[in-house]
């Protein structure tokens, strides 16, 4: 296998889940990182953030919070949250991703939450979008959350 098979099987490592025609995006501290389709606008002011379109349609932010222990949400959280179990897609040692924001028509929001282990604490992600954005596709960019390769 020559330079460009191993430099390809090692962008798929590093990526195994990023479909193509999609981009990855860092969180301003470069610790973690999120993937979104190319024809989302990744913010040229500050980094962690991009819109498909404008801000109103759909945006995807992506955080790392240094030093903080990640660990499941407590049943008592949850339901302060008013988070439904249905609504509850994993809470996990591994990952922490739900729903807290359903739409309540065209021109109202749905809103997925994850949030991963880092490597020195732990990495986040909220991803708002109109129901015209596939559902599908905020779901992809959600799982894609966690720290980013050094």
């Given at each position: 296998?020559?330079?460009?098979?191993?430099?390809?099987?090692?962008?798929?490592?590093?990526h195994p889940s990023m479909p193509d025609g999609w981009?990855?995006?860092?969180?301003?501290?470069?610790?973690?990182?999120?993937?979104?389709?190319?024809?989302?606008?990744?913010?040229?002011?500050?980094?962690?953030?991009?819109?498909?379109?404008?801000?109103?349609?759909?945006?995807?932010?992506?955080?790392?919070?240094?030093?903080?222990?990640?660990?499941?949400?407590?049943?008592?959280?949850?339901?302060?949250?008013?988070?439904?179990?249905?609504?509850?897609f994993e809470n996990s040692a591994k990952r922490v991703?739900?729903?807290d924001k359903i739409a309540a028509g065209p021109s109202?929001?749905?809103?997925?939450?994850?949030?991963?282990?880092?490597?020195?604490?732990?990495?986040?992600?909220?991803?708002?979008?109109?129901?015209?954005?596939?559902?599908?596709?905020?779901?992809?960019?959600?799982?894609?959350?966690?720290?980013?390769?050094?």
């Open positions: 296998m020559g330079y460009f098979g191993v430099l390809a099987l090692f962008a798929l490592w590093l981009k990855v995006l860092k969180d301003p501290k470069g610790a973690c990182q999120l993937t979104v389709p190319e024809v989302w606008n990744a913010s040229s002011q500050q980094a962690g953030w991009a819109v498909l379109r404008d801000a109103t349609t759909a945006i995807a932010v992506v955080t790392s919070q240094p030093g903080q222990a990640f660990k499941p949400l407590p049943d008592s959280l949850l339901k302060m949250l008013r988070i439904p179990r249905e609504k509850i991703y739900y729903q109202d929001t749905n809103a997925f939450t994850v949030i991963v282990p880092g490597k020195a604490g732990t990495c986040s992600s909220r991803v708002l979008f109109l129901p015209e954005v596939p559902e599908e596709t905020a779901r992809k960019i959600v799982v894609s959350v966690g720290p980013a390769p050094e």
